[in-house]
């Protein structure tokens, strides 16, 4: 996908480029389902310094994603999450518990905590899997 998203209602400017190769979604076309795959999403470029608000960012670009290729955060069923510091992760649940409190039942989760992430001042990355319905 080479599309340039749009602007996140989270953050008021369109997100970074990728530092790399690579998509920041990509759709494997299965019959009767789609499964999209999440780069690892940052709040970089304009990233607040606590978690709950990079958090929120993140989520938001995630919808933006998952709607340019037919889906939302419901079709979400796996995110693996990078944390800088452990001691984030409450702060860290409890958006993520907010953004998926509709889903049921809610995506299959990991969290993995890290030295560094590659932009500097994010404390958190998320991926994540989506599983949406072939149009």
Known sequence: MSKTLPA?????????????????????????????????LTASGHAPDDVAGQAEIIFARMRELLVEVGGDLGHVVKITTFLTDMGDYERFNAVRNRVFAGTVPPPASSTVGTTALPRAGCRVEVEAVAVIPAA
Request: positive net charge.
């Open 8 to 40: 996140s209602p989270a953050t008021s400017s369109p997100p970074a480029k990728p530092l790399g190769n690579y998509s920041p979604v990509r759709v494997v076309p299965l019959g009767a389902v789609n499964l999209a795959f999440v780069s690892g």
